[in-house]
């Protein structure tokens, strides 16, 4: 199983994450990125992976949407707590659209390619700092 998603992630720049504080420490304000939040079957990581990169494909016309993409496996250290904040459209694997450091929102896997679309075209494009523009954080 990892090393069939291993295989996948790497060849579709899938950064993996162990915890929270891993995440915050490699986002920054500007990013839009996406976290695959695995299971435990490796078929269904595999096509929630591959429909993620397909539904970037599609908003990605122009070449010019830049997106950050990160996994957490279930070994992960942090991956309960990861977890705890998703899993509601039906369990796992999971996505969930990160937006600078704080967004953390989750997509519906049943229309992924429409939620990823419609997240970019809130938040997405960097220069504008998405919710970080709401945050403390990042606007004291």
């Not at 996406?34 to 429909?51: C, G, P």
């Not at 450091?101 to 229309?111: I, R, S, T, W």
């Amino acid at each position: 199983m990892i090393c069939l998603l291993l295989l996948l992630v790497s060849n579709t720049n899938f950064v993996p994450v162990d915890s929270f504080n891993e995440l915050d420490a490699i986002s920054n304000p500007t990013e839009f990125g996406l976290l695959l939040i695995m299971s435990a079957d490796s078929i269904a990581n595999k096509a929630m992976a591959v429909s993620i990169v397909e539904a970037i494909d599609i908003i990605n016309y122009d070449d010019t949407v830049d997106v950050s993409l990160y996994f957490v496996s279930m070994n992960a250290s942090g991956y309960t707590e990861i977890a705890s904040l998703a899993g509601q459209f039906g369990g796992f694997p999971a996505v969930v659209v990160v937006v600078g450091h704080c967004g953390f929102l989750e997509l519906n896997p049943e229309f992924i390619e429409a939620e990823i679309e419609d997240s970019w075209c809130q938040w997405g494009g960097g220069s504008t700092q998405g919710i970080c523009n709401y945050c403390t954080r990042c606007n004291p």
